[in-house]
């Protein structure tokens, strides 16, 4: 036997000990290669997710915020047809925020103006809580213009006898409608937005006859 004879196992193992460390290495690249596309993947799949719920939540919610707006046109209105409102109303009608800080609709919810008229509130805890978060925080009457209406009378020289004559108003009503807004103030606190909040600004000119 030629006196290499022994040496040839250690040369054939230390070759198969190199391809077995360097086949262990891939292995390691390619394991780490898949992970980041598997993380790559639920990030987007997350984000797609969030993008969606968002989406669901404004499509749900917006049409509450525009209820509180239109809440806020119903109780102005109201109020116009009150002694303060008259008042307001025959004198400047300048801007007037109703729904501010000590105003007479200030903390108005679209609660208690959706309870039927002559009926008690027999709604569930759960759509009463829901009501409760959507409210507004602005309410501003506005007159614009005021036309008199000449009563009928009779023919000039028969009579000095004429009906009596009527104003009609001009008012632009403008309303910030709020879904689920935490407020400081009349301002949104950012720090407790949630994904889920609305907010809708509404703009209405009504023609009011005392």
């Given at each position: 036997m030629s006196h290499w004879f022994p040496r040839r196992p250690r040369i054939v193992q230390d070759k198969l000990s190199a391809r077995n460390s360097a086949q262990s290495?891939?292995?390691l690249v390619v394991t780490l290669i898949l992970l980041l596309?598997?993380?790559v993947m639920g990030a987007g799949i997350a984000y797609i997710a969030s993008?969606?719920?968002?989406?669901?939540?404004?499509v749900a919610n917006k049409p509450v915020s525009i209820e509180a707006g239109e809440t806020c046109f119903d109780n102005a209105i109201e109020w116009l047809d009150t002694s303060s409102g008259k008042s307001w109303v025959n004198g400047v009608g300048a801007p007037y925020d109703l729904a501010s800080a000590?105003?007479?609709l200030s903390g108005k919810t679209i609660l208690a103006d959706t309870v039927p008229l002559g009926q008690t509130d027999s709604r569930s805890a759960k759509f009463k809580e829901r009501a409760g978060r959507a409210s507004y925080s602005s309410?501003?009457?506005?007159?614009?213009a005021s036309t008199a209406s000449l009563g009928i009378?009779?023919?000039v020289g028969t009579t000095n006898g004429y009906g009596l004559s009527t104003f009609t108003y001009t008012i632009r009503i403008t309303a910030i409608g709020n879904f689920n807004v935490p407020l400081t103030g009349n301002k949104i606190n950012k720090t407790f937005w949630q994904s889920n909040s609305s907010r809708s600004i509404l703009e209405v000119v009504v023609s009011y006859t005392p």
């Open positions: 290495g891939l292995a596309v598997l993380m993008t969606q719920a968002d989406l669901v939540a404004a000590g105003n007479p309410c501003i009457v506005e007159k614009l009378g009779n023919e």
